[in-house]
């Protein structure tokens, strides 16, 4: 936001010259980006008077001017504005008067410029004649500054400037605002943080306030049919206004901050907004139907055409300010073509409301419309400041538009504001702070940001000795939503007190304690150095992916497929490769292996630990309508073993993944995890899901070559890719506890062999599965060491052989170990219809 310095100073007279304020603001949170000086002292320039003109003999677009300063000869000016004629007061640069120009091949910037005596097409020219932008005060170049015919010939042009309220030269002050600041998007705002750190007075302006009722109330009622969206509407009503030019101090006054002046009325209410920070609206009272005001939001989504000469479409849920007949504004973002001032306006309806400030910024980004006013709602205005802005604006339009204001006001307020207190104890602000600030100072800087605090149980006058910790009762501002808790108060003493003033402690306690390590990221951590140990890359993708390709991956085949069938899309992408939340890691892994193997890597091993996200609701869910999931996902492609002199090159295939994941399920001591096939679905084939206790951990399988996301092979080899719900996963192995070490049995294992006949079609990890399900806590390991097909077996069988080792921390008996095999027997027996091969 941009301050004016000369501005600021109407209300505090704080005695600092701009690089102190410049420091006085930062220091105190209101940090200055940036101070542009606008205009210059303007020493060298005097009031001229034009006696006679006369086309330059060898320039069409040229005049010679005649001008007197007062004192001595007419001096020769040659002037190129069109507007130029005898008669007129100019102001004048002299010759070595330096004035800042624009520069000519960035005319944004300014350019130092000392005047000299100089010859223009064989005239002499001994000066210049002034445009309003070539002496700083504003950026119009229409023409030469024409003052009025009693201005002084000869009499300096800055004195002048001064006697009418206007100043030579100004800065401009660009203040980031933090968005918990509503109070300093004003100049009064800055003023008041400025008058109490320099302990000086703030000088708002005196404003009387009419009361409600009067005259007024009969000219306009006000009906408020949203009172959660409008707290407070407040209208005035000004009558015989004449529209027009705004005088010189009230145009400089915007110019400095970056606004073009319009007209008297609506300058008015941009001058009071950036006054005080309430927003305010102009309407032309003959432009409201039915005198009659109503604040309601829209029930569908319907269009109007508001002041910039665009219509728009605004949704459902929109507050809008409507007459009798029809809607005349977008409430708290902009008004209405159908009811603005125009130059035929001699009666006008003020309004200055509060608007909730989240219904004002849905509007302002659906529509994708921020103004001043929408800046300021969005935030949180003064919710008391309502009328005061109105009465303020009322006044100026009868002092500069000759209006008057009819009596009373219309002030509808549903929803009074109710003042909020907190306690604040000084030992506690004492301990937070660093130092001991007196009680008496410590209500002083309170009091000048609008606090009002009280000792409890003690008189106002009870001086700092009266307690060893006085407790206060703090009454906050209204126009200060960030203060809520003892600690903001704090802070609040902290800043005004000064940061610089707070000495650095000569010693810090640090609590002596050592924090335990967080499991969850212990075991992120373990399982990244596994993969990496055994030659996967880890990579780092974009979580944000087109429309359709998120799309594309929400399959139930994968993780996040599992919780909904919609991806999550950005209501204002910035490119469509940037459209949706990425559904699965695998589109991501897909363009780094293909980028890869674009430049000549032959195999590729990659994985990735990111979240995805679906629309849907789940039980993991911390917003509604919407999961949010963590996955693990490996991928591979090409050559997995190089050649070497026990043989040829081989490609990855699908159990090489599932080797590494089953290795990466051993270590996290998930024992009994099922590969169940799956049918293939889109690009994929060869799918298994993996599942622990009836837990869905995640997906196996392979993408063919030709369907990776920038359709184009991956230079003939499939990927093939495991894609873990690391949520589920991390869940399941820390409820397993800490891994403990045990000592090595002295007792011996018992190995027994199986070879079971199965249908060829039995997954044999299912098979194995279930074998250790069955052999119980004494079947320590379980292995398959030969698989046979044909000879004496029907088509549709194989034999299967495993190893099985049996142990325990004591000598086992022949019994122990023949109940176990006879369970597995069974179980396979019953669930896969497998039988022990003679």
């Known amino acids: 936001m941009i301050i004016s310095a000369n501005w600021l100073r109407a209300y505090v007279h704080h005695g600092l010259d701009i690089n102190e304020l410049e420091n006085l603001l930062t220091m105190c949170g209101l940090e200055v980006d940036g101070v542009e000086q606008i205009g210059s002292d303007l020493q060298g320039v005097v009031i001229g008077d034009v006696l006679d003109t006369r086309p330059h003999p060898d320039a069409d677009r040229l005049t010679l001017c005649s001008v007197s300063l007062g004192e001595g000869d007419p001096i020769q000016i040659v002037c190129g504005a069109p507007n130029v004629a005898p008669g007129q007061r100019v102001p004048v640069a002299t010759v070595g008067t330096t004035l800042q120009l624009p520069d000519r091949k960035n005319p944004e910037q300014k350019t130092a410029v000392t005047l000299k005596k100089v010859k223009l097409r064989g005239e002499t020219s001994e000066g210049m004649i002034c445009a309003e932008d070539e002496l700083g005060l504003s950026d119009s170049h229409d023409g030469i500054m024409v003052l009025p015919v009693d201005a002084p010939v000869g009499a300096s042009f800055a004195e002048w400037l001064s006697s009418r309220g206007v100043s030579a030269s100004d800065y401009a002050i660009d203040v980031a605002i933090t968005p918990n600041r509503p109070d300093a998007i004003s100049h009064i705002g800055v003023a008041r943080d400025v008058a109490a750190l320099t302990a000086s007075t703030l000088l708002p302006p005196e404003v009387v306030v009419p009361k409600p009722g009067g005259a007024a109330a009969d000219l306009i009622s006000v009906e408020i049919e949203a009172p959660a969206l409008c707290h407070r509407y407040v209208g005035m009503v000004v009558t015989g206004v004449t529209i027009g030019e705004s005088p010189a101090w009230l145009k400089q006054r915007l110019t400095a901050i970056g606004l073009r002046p319009r007209n008297n009325v609506v300058d008015i209410t941009n001058f009071v907004m950036h006054e005080c920070g309430q927003p305010l609206h102009a309407f032309d009272l003959a432009a409201v139907e039915g005198q009659q005001i109503r604040v309601r939001a829209t029930e569908r989504e319907q269009a109007f055409t508001t002041l ?64 001043d006013a929408s800046y300021r709602f969005e935030r949180g205005v003064d919710p008391t400041g309502q009328a005061w802005a109105a009465a303020r604006a009322a006044q100026l339009m009868c002092e500069l538009a000759g209006g008057t204001l009819v009596d009373g006001m219309v002030d509808c307020h549903p929803r009074p504001y109710e003042a909020r207190s907190v306690r604040v104890r000084a030992s506690r602000a004492a301990s937070i702070i660093g130092v001991d600030i007196p009680a008496g100072h410590v209500e002083t800087l309170l009091g000048a940001i609008g606090c009002t605090a009280v000792r409890i149980g003690q008189p106002a006058d009870a001086g700092t000795d009266a307690a060893n910790d006085p407790v206060w009762d703090v009454t906050l501002p209204p126009y200060r939503p960030d203060m809520e808790r003892e600690i903001d108060v ?277 098979l194995m599965a279930d074998i250790a399900d069955a052999g119980g806590d004494l079947l320590q390991d379980v292995s398959v060491f030969d698989v046979f097909e044909g000879g004496q077996l029907a088509d549709n069988e194989r034999s299967v052989a495993f190893s099985l080792t049996f142990g325990a921390q004591r000598t086992l008996r022949d019994n122990e170990v023949d109940e176990a095999v006879g369970r597995i027997l069974k179980a396979v027996a019953t669930r896969h219809g497998a039988q022990l091969r003679s």
Not at 512 to 517: A, G, H, L
Not at 736 to 750: C, M, N
């Open 490 to 766: 704090i802070e609040e003493i902290a800043r005004l007190h000064g940061y610089d003033n707070i000495p650095e402690p000569e010693r810090s306690a640090i609590p002596n304690f050592t924090p335990d390590p967080d499991p969850e990221r212990t075991l992120k951590s373990r399982v990244r150095a596994q993969l990496a140990a055994r030659g996967f890359r880890e990579i780092y993708t974009n979580s944000m992916q087109p429309a359709e390709r998120a799309q594309s991956f929400l399959t139930p085949a994968l993780p996040a497929g599992q919780f909904g069938k919609q991806a999550v899309e950005t209501l204002n992408p910035i490119t469509t490769e940037m459209a949706a939340l990425r559904t699965s890691l695998l589109p991501g892994a897909l363009q780094a292996i293909q980028f890869n193997q674009n430049h000549g890597q032959q195999g590729v091993r990659l994985f990735e630990i990111g979240r995805v996200h679906v629309r849907a609701h789940s039980d993991r869910s911390v917003i509604e309508g919407f999961t949010e999931m963590e996955t693990l996902l490996l991928a591979a492609s090409g050559v997995w073993e190089a050649q070497g002199w026990l043989g040829a090159a081989r490609n990855v295939d699908v159990f090489d993944i599932k080797g590494h994941i089953e290795a990466l399920f051993a270590a996290l001591r998930l024992r009994g995890v099922r590969f169940v096939p799956i049918e293939s679905t889109g690009p994929f084939e060869q799918l298994a899901e993996m599942k622990y206790q009836g837990t869905y951990l995640g997906t196996l399988g392979q993408v063919l070559p030709a369907q990776n996301t920038a359709g184009a092979p991956l230079s003939g080899h499939p990927v093939c890719f495991a894609e873990l719900d690391w949520d589920a996963v991390s869940e399941a192995a820390l409820r397993h506890g800490r891994v403990r070490f045990a000592p090595v049995s002295r007792f011996p294992r018992v190995d027994r062999d199986l070879a079971l006949v199965v249908d060829r079609h039995v997954p044999v990890g299912t």
């Open 308 to 371: 910039d000469d665009k219509e728009r479409t605004l949704p459902a849920g929109t507050l809008m300010i409507s007459d009798g007949a029809r809607d005349v504004a977008i409430a708290g973002v902009m008004g209405g073509q159908n009811s603005e001032v125009t130059p035929e306006t001699t009666d006008v309806l003020i309004e200055s409301a509060w608007f909730e400030p989240s219904g004002i910024r849905r509007t302002a980004k659906a529509l994708s419309l921020q103004t």
